[in-house]
């Protein structure tokens, strides 16, 4: 009997701390969702790790694009 009673507390223990874990999973996405709603309406943008460049992006950018053709060059067998 006392079995039972052990395997039912600790069920039901197990059941109390996944319907807790639960709840404040879906609480804090419900409040990352509205952060997102927020910054939407405002017209902000998203917060970024990284600062914006300006013209170190296309800098960046035309420097891959160089690269790229090279690489096809090479794959192709023509000498540059």
Do not use: Q, Y
Not at 13 to 40: C, I, P, Y
Not at 54 to 69: H, M, N, Q, T, Y
């Amino acid at each position: 009997m006392m079995d039972i009673l052990t395997i039912a507390l600790s069920g039901l223990f197990g059941l109390s701390a996944l319907v807790l874990a639960a709840h404040f999973t879906l609480k804090a996405w419900s409040g990352w969702l509205d952060l997102k709603k927020m910054e939407l309406a405002n017209g902000s943008r998203p917060m970024r790790d990284e600062p914006v460049g300006g013209g170190s992006e296309l800098i960046e950018l035309a420097d891959l694009k160089a690269r790229v053709r090279k690489l096809e060059a090479i794959a192709s067998g023509i000498d540059l």
